[in-house]
């Protein structure tokens, strides 16, 4: 069993639809993390979980609705999004706070919004 | 201004060489981290080596090894004896210390993608 595991691995959706990505993590950390990877551009930091209360919200747009339920678990609820949405998003932990905290990605979801 | 850059979009290397991947980072706190990253084909992300702004020696991880040069503001990944692999994606984060408060930010470069040649 990996580390972190997201679900769905693939997904299409049309711009109104609503969907959820999930993420779960084995690794005993307190800490998540949504990153958005798009071509070309950096991976951008959307949301940071810490003892399930969100410590960073990048300015990420309302259409992205992140929810951390427990320390384990992570979604990130979407709802009428746009084609420039179309990325992987990387769910990450890590147990520090320090710097030394590595962060374990998941393999990502690949969402392709129509 | 970027914090992090990676200038190579693109590097090739053969089979058993080594192979030097630029880093170049941006910050005023005199604590930071900085991470070194393999994204394969596969999509995960995985860590590979670590280097404190205090650390006196360069860090090591088995083939993988950080030529941290403070004064240049430089944090190249080396990687001795190329495998098949190691092609990939690879990718430089930094975390800054935010002096003493804690911060979770990771902070990415471009990332450089790595062809192994046999």
């Known amino acids: 069993e990996t580390g972190v595991t997201q679900t769905p691995r693939h997904l299409v959706m049309g711009m109104t639809n609503k969907k959820s990505l999930k993420c779960e993590q084995h690794?005993?950390?307190?800490?998540m993390y949504w990153y958005k990877q798009s071509a070309k551009k950096p991976l951008e930091l959307m949301f940071v979980?810490?003892?399930?209360?969100?410590?960073e919200n990048n300015s990420v747009p309302s259409r992205f609705s992140p929810e951390c339920p427990n320390s384990s678990h992570l979604f990130l609820h979407l709802h009428t999004l746009q084609p420039e949405d179309s990325a992987l998003y990387l769910c990450a932990s890590s147990q520090a706070q320090g710097l030394t905290g590595e962060l374990f990605f998941g393999e990502g979801s690949r969402l392709t919004v129509l | 201004a970027q914090k992090i850059t990676q200038t190579q979009p693109g590097m090739f290397v053969q089979e058993k060489e080594a192979v030097t991947l630029d880093c170049t980072y941006d910050t005023s706190d005199p604590s930071y981290g900085l991470f070194w990253y393999k994204q394969p084909s596969s999509g995960e992300m995985i860590f590979l080596i670590y280097q404190g702004s205090y650390d006196q020696q360069n860090a090591t991880e088995g083939r993988y090894s950080l030529n941290f040069q403070k004064a240049r503001k430089s944090a190249n990944l080396v990687i001795s004896a190329s495998q098949l692999g190691d092609s990939a994606m690879y990718f430089c984060?930094?975390?800054?210390?935010?002096?003493?408060?804690?911060?979770?930010?990771?902070?990415f470069g471009k990332g450089t993608l790595l062809t192994v040649n046999p």
């Open positions: 984060a930094m975390r800054e210390g935010l002096s003493g408060g804690s911060n979770y930010k990771l902070t």
């Open positions: 690794l005993g950390h307190n800490a």
């Open positions: 979980y810490s003892l399930e209360e969100r410590v």
